[in-house]
Nanobody, 123 residues
Framework: QVQLVESGGGLVQAGGSLRLACVVS????????MGWFRQAPGKEREFVAS???????DHADSVKGRFTISRDKAKNTVNLQMNRLKPEDTAVYFC?????????????????WGQGTQVTVSS
C-alpha cells in the first residue's frame, strides 16, 4: 500500500513563508513524478507544482517565483517551499504521486494522494 502524508501547513501572515513536506511510504520514488495541488472551499483542485524524475520542475503561473518544489529521494520526501504568501494562497494543499516519470498538471494524471494540509494566509 502506498501512503503519502503531508505536513507543515498552518496559519501565516501575508508575506510570510511555510515549508510543506510529503513523505511517501510503501515504495521508493523510483522514476515517479510528484506534484502539489491545492483546493480552496467551493473551488476545483488546482495545479501548483510538479517535479519529474530528473528533477525538472514546473510551477503554476500564480506561484512561479514564490513557490519552489523539490525532492529528497534518499528521504522519500517531496517539499514545497512557499515564500511571500498571499491570502489567495489559502487552501488545502495535497501531495500526489504519478506512476509515470514526466511532469503533469492534471489531477487525473496522479495515482496516489495524501490527506491534505491546511494553509491559511491572513491579511
Amino acid at each position: 500500500q502506498v501512503q503519502l502524508v503531508e505536513s507543515g501547513g498552518g496559519l501565516v501572515q501575508a508575506g510570510g513563508s511555510l515549508r510543506l513536506a510529503c513523505v511517501v511510504s510503501g515504495r521508493t520514488f523510483g522514476n515517479s513524478a510528484m506534484g502539489w495541488f491545492r483546493q480552496a472551499p467551493g473551488k476545483e483542485r488546482e495545479f501548483v507544482a510538479s517535479i519529474a524524475w530528473n528533477d525538472n520542475t514546473d510551477h503554476a503561473d500564480s506561484v512561479k517565483g514564490r513557490f519552489t518544489i523539490s525532492r529528497d529521494k534518499a528521504k522519500n520526501t517531496v517539499n514545497l517551499q512557499m515564500n511571500r504568501l498571499k491570502p489567495e494562497d489559502t487552501a488545502v494543499y495535497f501531495c500526489a504521486a504519478r506512476r509515470l516519470s514526466t511532469i503533469a498538471t492534471m489531477a487525473s494524471a496522479y495515482s496516489y494522494w495524501g490527506q491534505g494540509t491546511q494553509v491559511t494566509v491572513s491579511s
